[in-house]
T-cell receptor
Framework: NAGVTQTPKFRVLKTGQSMTLLCAQD?????MYWYRQDPGMGLRLIHY???????AKGEVPDGYNVSRLKKQNFLLGLESAAPSQTSVYFC?????????????FGPGTRLLVL | AQSVTQLGSHVSVSEGALVLLRCNYS??????LFWYVQYPNQGLQLLLK??????LVKGINGFEAEFKKSETSFHLTKPSAHMSDAAEYFC??????????????FGRGTQLTVWP
C-alpha cells in the first residue's frame, strides 16, 4: 500500500514552459487536493476534487489547471510557468470531506522556475 | 474566513525539556483542529486531531493538544523533547459548515529545533 505518490520529485523549468505533476493514491479516496508550500506561508490550496471527473478552485488557482479523469489520479498542470510558481507542491487525499476527515499527503514535488 | 495563527515561527528547546507550540484559530463556530508534522524533505503526517469529542487529544510520538474554546486555542505539547522531534509543525483548521466544509486551512508553521 503506497499511499499517496507524486511524480516527479524535482523539476527545473524555464519561464514559459509547461509541465504536469502527477498524483496517485491507492486508498480508494474520493477527495484529492493540490497544495503549494512556500517559506513562511504554510500550505495553500490550489485546486481540489470531490470525485472522478470533478474539480474545483481553491485559494490560489491562478496559473494552474487540474484534471481527475480517474479516481486514483489527480493531475496538476502549469501551462506557462512563471518564477512565482517556484514552490514545493503537495498532493493529498481523503476518504471524504468534512467530519474531521484526515488528509494523507504525498512526499512533494520541488519545482524551480528560472 | 478561517484563520489560523501559530505564535512563533521558530521554537528551540533542549532535549528533555517541555515542548509547547501555540495555535489559535478565529471562527465563530469551533472548527475541527489538526496538528501535522513535516520532517525534512518529506510530506505532512498527522500528529493528532480534535473532532469535538474529548478536549484533550493524544497523538503519536507522545504529543498531545488541548482544545480550549474560551481561548480559541489548540496548543501542542510534549513533556520531554527528543532529538527526533526536530521538524516543522503545522496547525490546521477545517470548518464545520458552509461552502468551505472539509477544507483545511493551515497556519504558517513552527520550526522546532531540539538541542542536545
Amino acid at each position: 500500500n503506497a499511499g499517496v505518490t507524486q511524480t516527479p520529485k524535482f523539476r527545473v523549468l524555464k519561464t514559459g514552459q509547461s509541465m504536469t505533476l502527477l498524483c496517485a493514491q491507492d486508498m480508494n479516496h474520493e477527495y484529492m487536493y493540490w497544495y503549494r508550500q512556500d517559506p513562511g506561508m504554510g500550505l495553500r490550496l490550489i485546486h481540489y476534487s470531490v470525485g472522478e471527473g470533478t474539480t474545483a478552485k481553491g485559494e490560489v488557482p491562478d496559473g494552474y489547471n487540474v484534471s481527475r479523469l480517474k479516481k486514483q489520479n489527480f493531475l496538476l498542470g502549469l501551462e506557462s510557468a512563471a518564477p512565482s510558481q517556484t514552490s514545493v507542491y503537495f498532493c493529498a487525499s481523503s476518504l471524504r470531506t468534512g467530519y474531521g476527515e484526515t488528509q494523507y499527503f504525498g512526499p512533494g514535488t520541488r519545482l524551480l522556475v528560472l | 474566513a478561517q484563520s489560523v495563527t501559530q505564535l512563533g515561527s521558530h521554537v528551540s528547546v533542549s532535549e528533555g525539556a517541555l515542548v509547547l507550540l501555540r495555535c489559535n484559530y478565529s471562527s465563530s463556530v469551533p472548527p475541527y483542529l489538526f496538528w501535522y508534522v513535516q520532517y525534512p524533505n518529506q510530506g505532512l503526517q498527522l500528529l493528532l486531531k480534535y473532532t469535538s469529542a474529548a478536549t484533550l487529544v493524544k497523538g503519536i510520538n507522545g504529543f498531545e493538544a488541548e482544545f480550549k474554546k474560551s481561548e480559541t486555542s489548540f496548543h501542542l505539547t510534549k513533556p520531554s523533547a527528543h532529538m527526533s522531534d526536530a521538524a516543522e509543525y503545522f496547525c490546521a483548521v477545517s470548518p464545520l459548515r458552509g461552502s468551505t466544509l472539509g477544507r483545511l486551512y493551515f497556519g504558517r508553521g513552527t520550526q522546532l529545533t531540539v538541542w542536545p
